[in-house]
């Protein structure tokens, strides 16, 4: 009989791989195996400095920020022309911010920072009026803007202004402003406009106290000397506090007033051309980090850049300021 084809078969060989004299080391929880997503948040820091003569009452300047979702903060800026007929420029700016912060979540605002004014100013009913801006930063990185007046706001990277927003005004030193009256701007008349950002942009936004009384140059040096969003804030608004009140200052403001001279003559002589512009002064700064969430967990969140977490800093308005 023939032998059995199975005695001519090599018995199987297995590979034993050497046992390693080091442990293994273990996965991190934010391995890159593991799937996650990117988000951009908004690290930010706040200060307000009021007019030197409405230190008492807290100025006529109301602001907030928050960090839910991406981020958002908002500025509005009373017009103190309403106290000439006895009402108080400061409670419309207010009730508007605290309004602005109280829609951040309706479903129709959806983080479209021109509805989100609409809402804020229909549901406000104070009399006056204030020029604002908003700003929203989508998880993706994408700055949505809505800005009535002459608030600014101004995205620094690497060191240099790479986007900034123009004021809108009928004339020199008439902006246009949101008010409860019929023959104010709505949020229709909004500038409307994004800015894709990058990790580790610097955004700058105040109240034109802030943007008459200092130069681009000035933001820079500021923003690469602070070793944070609050330091940096704090920093903008004293110094422009120190050039409202240095009459011999020849701030932006000033410039741009002897500049305009002859457009202004036929109607008014008494802008100042000389030196800085006191006023309320708001300044907000923000820092943009990216942060990875897993998938599977997304109460987890691991920052990729930087030292800070993304958090909120919360201000309803003036009234609560310390200064």
Known sequence: MAASTASHLSPPRFYVRPRSPHPPLRRSRFSPVRAAKL??????GTHL???PRKAASGGEDAFFANSDAGGVFAIADGVSGWAEKNVNPALFSREL??????????????G??????????AATSSIGSATVIIAVLEKTGTLKIASVGDCGLKVIRKGQVMFSISPQEHYFDCPYQISSEAVGQTYQDALVCSVN????????????????NIFDQEIISIISES???DEAAKALAELARKHSVDVTFDSPYSMEA???QDQLAHWCTNFITVGGKMDDITVVVAQVKTVAIPEDEGGDVEELKGNEQGIAVAVASAEQNEE
């Not at 988000?39 to 930010?44: D, F, K, P, Q, W």
């Not at 920072?113 to 100013?121: D, F, G, S, V």
């Open 112 to 121: 479209d920072p021109q509805i989100l004014l609409m809402k804020a100013q």
């Open 39 to 44: 988000e951009a948040v908004l690290s930010i």
């Open 197 to 212: 950002l990058m990790d580790g942009d610097m955004i700058v936004s105040g109240s034109d106290g802030l943007f008459d």
């Open 258 to 260: 002897r500049s305009k």
């Open 49 to 51: 400095i009021p007019h």
């Open 97 to 110: 911010m605290r309004n602005s912060s109280n829609f951040l979540n309706d479903e129709e605002v959806n």
């Open 227 to 229: 070793s944070g969003v």
